[in-house]
């Protein structure tokens, strides 16, 4: 697996991309959905790949469960709660839409690793303390 290249294409400078060709009128107005949810995913990923020191955005300093960070972590597990993945499907000339979220392991996977996060702070719960992520990746592991 290449998490980096899904790092890519859910990073803040796809989603200013977006932003800018919807000024343009170059995409719909529709598309500012996905560039909400392009930019939710990148602050996810800088959550779980926090470091001591940051790069200079605000989600990639270290996870101290602070209002921001919490916040977000619920908001995610809200959008993968609620997502909905629609396959068309059509048998003799009738077409229906299926929900398969189920069948996207992936989508779980997202809610065990928000909740896993929050339940190892819950764990420490020092103020003093703060957690640097991207050493708990599997990599490190």
Same mark, same amino acid.
């Given at each position: 697996?290449?998490?980096?290249?899904?790092?890519?294409?859910?990073?803040?400078?796809?989603?200013?991309?977006?932003?800018?060709?919807?000024?343009? +009128?170059?995409?719909?107005?529709?598309?500012?959905?996905?560039?909400?949810?392009?930019?939710?995913?990148? =602050? /996810?990923?800088?959550?779980?790949?926090?470091?001591? =020191?940051?790069?200079?955005?605000?989600?990639? /300093?270290?996870?101290? +469960?602070?209002?921001?960070?919490?916040?977000?972590?619920? *908001?995610?597990?809200?959008?993968?709660?609620?997502?909905?993945? *629609?396959?068309? =499907?059509?048998?003799?000339?009738?077409?229906? +839409?299926?929900?398969?979220?189920?069948? *996207?392991? /992936?989508? +779980?996977?997202?809610?065990?690793?928000?909740?896993?996060?929050?339940?190892?702070?819950?764990?420490?719960?020092?103020?003093?303390?703060?957690?640097?992520?991207?050493?708990?990746?599997?990599?490190?592991?």
């Amino acid at each position: 697996m290449k998490v980096r290249f899904a790092s890519q294409v859910f990073s803040a400078t796809v989603a200013a991309g977006m932003r800018t060709c919807i000024k343009c +009128n170059t995409l719909p107005i529709a598309a500012d959905t996905t560039v909400n949810f392009i930019d939710n995913m990148d =602050k /996810l990923f800088d959550i779980l790949n926090s470091k001591p =020191k940051a790069d200079g955005k605000e989600f990639n /300093l270290p996870f101290k +469960n602070n209002p921001k960070q919490k916040n977000h972590l619920i *908001i995610m597990l809200n959008i993968f709660k609620n997502m909905r993945v *629609i396959e068309t =499907k059509s048998v003799n000339g009738i077409t229906t +839409n299926v929900d398969v979220k189920q069948r *996207i392991k /992936l989508i +779980n996977g997202w809610q065990i690793t928000i909740k896993s996060l929050l339940q190892l702070w819950d764990d420490i719960q020092k103020p003093q303390y703060f957690l640097c992520t991207n050493r708990l990746n599997q990599d490190c592991l």
